[in-house]
């Protein structure tokens, strides 16, 4: 049976994933990038290090799959987003031993932008028909976007954006208040276990949500999370006051870009989207039947950085291209 490798080598994340010639996810291996603590993140050079080094060792933990699966095709994100002008270092490594795999299997090598693999993974783990055009909300510790996504003609995808930060991304947010806190990088888990141990009616702590037409900031959010901390607030109460943020913020965004675009289907992808307070919170504010919007959220473990969308890519323009050997 045919197999679809995607490799997938984000700023804190290496992961492989496997898809069969079905579309079916097969294998999905990955290795979070260690921050010492009270670091707020890695340097390029040292997450790209980081990445050479887990690569065989993930690619060890497919040897089982070699017996049942010949590869047909290799995907990988070798930028993050589908403009010409889009690079990091830390997708070298991906691409490096994406097209040595392909070279030596004489099989095609497929490459997207990290930003399209967030899509996907989105797409098909929600498990929602979605139609040709929607807007996605793509929220991490790199991007903090809100898009209008159509079908593409160079890339897989026509991704417009329709709202952005102008400072601090979401997960940045998120983790320099947890770093604040004496939290291990990356902080979103821990922070989200300490909000549980409040509610929302208990939290007293609100920090503000600035958003214009097209641009939004959370700069000013972490300034006051920062004052909040000094003057001893509790962290429980200063973590909920960071998600809601996050949500205020985004519902603002959806209802103006939603009615200004006449479309209802909202896609959530990205590590910050993963959040169950943030999805709760945009739940009940956006399916409300005053607005009625559909909102769309893969598995938790699709949310975050993964090279499992990358992988049904890969297949699916295989699939494309070579439909009639499905």
């Known amino acids: 049976m045919r197999a679809f490798l995607g490799i997938d080598t984000s700023a804190y994340t290496t992961s492989v994933a496997l898809v069969n010639q079905h579309g079916e996810l097969i294998a999905d291996k990955r290795e979070v990038l260690k921050v010492e603590l009270g670091q ?6 040292e997450a790209l290090f980081a990445h050479i080094r ?11 799959y070699w017996d049942t699966y010949s590869l047909a095709a290799v995907a990988v994100s070798d930028r993050p987003r589908s403009l010409p002008q889009s690079y990091m270092p830390v997708f070298l490594a991906g691409a490096a031993v994406a097209r040595s ?24 783990g929600s ?14 510790g790199g991007t903090s976007e809100v898009l209008l996504v159509q079908p593409g003609r160079d890339s897989y995808y026509d991704i417009s954006i329709l709202a952005a930060t102008t400072d601090l991304h979401a997960g940045q947010l998120v983790d320099r208040v947890g770093v604040r806190m004496g939290l291990p990088f ?20 609100r920090l503000s949500s600035a958003v ?14 920062f004052r909040l901390l000094e003057k001893g607030a509790s962290l429980p109460e200063v973590s909920m006051a960071v998600f809601l943020c996050i949500a205020n ?29 943030i999805r709760k919170r945009l739940l009940d504010k956006l399916s409300h039947p005053s607005v009625s919007l559909r909102l769309h959220f893969a598995p938790p473990g699709l949310s975050a950085d993964n090279a499992v969308g990358t992988a049904w890519l890969g297949w699916a323009k295989w699939s494309k291209n070579m439909g009639k050997e499905v």
């Not at 707020?40 to 050079?45: H, I, K, W």
């Not at 690569?55 to 933990?61: K, V």
């Not at 498990?127 to 991490?140: C, E, N, Q, R, T």
């Open 186 to 205: 990356p902080c979103g888990r821990l922070m989200e276990e300490l909000a549980q141990g409040t509610s929302l009616q208990e939290c007293k702590l």
């Open 127 to 140: 498990g929602a028909v979605l139609p040709d055009k929607y807007i996605a909300v793509h929220f991490s």
């Open 54 to 64: 887990n690569l065989p060792f993930l690619f060890e933990g497919l040897k089982s």
């Open 249 to 277: 913020t985004l519902e603002k965004v959806l209802r103006q870009k939603a009615a200004e675009f006449s479309i209802k289907d909202v896609l959530m992808v990205g590590g910050v989207m993963a959040n169950s307070i």
């Open 40 to 45: 707020r993140g890695l340097r390029q050079s």
């Open 212 to 225: 214009k037409s097209d641009c939004f900031s959370f700069s000013g959010a972490e300034a006051q999370a």
């Open 101 to 124: 795999v392909a070279s030596v299997a004489g099989i095609p090598v497929y490459t997207f932008s990290h930003q399209e693999g967030h899509i996907m993974a989105g797409e098909r």
